[in-house]
């Protein structure tokens, strides 16, 4: 029975991708199939994580789900410590309200958090650091980190991770877009997770869009840090806020595109629309602003001044 309906459900996923390549609902791909209205409803009542920005959590259907797959990325290695920022606060999001449990399952939310990092994502991207957690209401001791010296003990790793239903939730963080992970181990992944009924999320640094199952992909980039303002509504000079990330919410139901830059109040442990900050440079000097040093005189590589004569008579 097990093994029909992981079949069924494949059969289904591959049915919403070519509905989702055509444009066109899935209700509308095959409205006899009763498996795909029953999945469609399940859906619906699939158990979620709401990230408190009110269009983001309209735009994910009511939040992340906590039985699936979400992914993460980066376009380039510079943007890595604000997407791992943005994985971090997910992983708080979720420990603070007790992994959308009921009052039954609540000491579930003791649970610790497993980092799997491959080998090449760990010389990239460095590891998290312990008294940094904090800043995210995450205790180090429920934090465990994994360094696996191959992709493919990786993937074992956190799949039997979270199979195992140990852990709150699973982070895997791979570097780029190796060939060893691809919509096949998606997939896999995607089904243990839904299964186990975990969130499983997948830190791709320095990666480019592909195929993926995840119900969710984000892109995560650097942004500048917003004003810090007083108790009073003044604003505080020569400071610097709250880290400020641009979110753009790539894969989704939704198809409109969704980006806003958000920051994470580490005082409140919640996430905040940023405002942009307001530019001071007319009252600041500008940089290097003493006087410029004279040119060098005789200097290798000078363009030779132009002589007064235009041209030389012909020889013929």
Known sequence: MAGKAVAQETVFALRETIARMEGRDIRMFDASDDRAEEILGTQEKRRRLSLGIDVLDEALDGGLPLDGLTEIRSSAMKDAGAASAFTLAIASLLQKQGNGLSARQAGENELPILWIADRLAVLEAGMPY??????????????????????????????????????????????????????????????????????????????????????????????????RYLADGALLGGSIGHSVFRLTLERSRNPALLSLSLEWNSHDRRLLVSTPAKSDASSRPAAHSGARLSASVDRQGAPEKMGTRLAFHRAS
Do not use: C, Y
Not at 162 to 168: I, L, P, R, T
Not at 182 to 206: D, I, K, M, Y
């Open 130 to 227: 312990a008294l940094g957690l904090q800043d995210f209401g995450m205790a180090p001791e429920t934090f465990l980190h994994a360094r696996p010296r191959k992709l493919e003990e990786a993937l074992w790793l956190a799949e039997a991770a979270v199979a195992s239903g140990a852990f709150a939730m699973t982070i895997l963080e791979v570097s780029g877009n190796p060939k060893h992970f691809g919509l096949t181990e998606s997939r896999r992944l995607s089904l243990r997770a839904r299964a186990s009924g975990r969130h499983l999320l997948v830190l791709r640094q320095a990666g480019e869009e592909e195929a993926s199952s995840a119900d969710f992909r984000f892109l995560v980039e650097t942004a500048p840090a917003a004003n």
